[in-house]
């Protein structure tokens, strides 16, 4: 269930892509947000490359830049005023297990939006189960 604070954190993402929506010159089509345990937020915009970086890295990234390593959530939204909530890529499962696995990631299902650990959005990493 999200909470009010879950919910602003949609806003932020929503408000950093709908005021760098680019579908022309650099495809900047998703917008993140990623809360700190302190209570700050941090967004960012994918970067279009043939390999990302996706929004999720870039708000991340700026949150590590301004010296935070602890997170509590993240999500990404997609379209003009990220209206669509976005699961995380493959790519990003991984960092987010790297970098925030006790996090909540912020995602949409059949009963609305949700929020689940980031580990659990990648199972068996870094394990061989025979
Ligand atoms: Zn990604």
Known sequence: MLNKKDLELVEKARQV???????????????????CKNGKIYTGVNVYSLHGACAEQVAIGAAISNGEREFEAVVAVRGQKGEEVLPPCGNCRQMLADY??????????????IKVKAHDL?????QVEA
């Open 122 to 126: 990648l199972p068996f990493a870094y």
């Open 17 to 35: 892509i709908t005021e760098n929506y680019d579908k022309v010159d650099y495809l900047h089509t998703v917008g993140a947000a990623v809360r």
């Open 100 to 113: 925030m696995p006790k996090a909540y990631v912020i995602i949409d299902s059949k009963k609305g939006l």
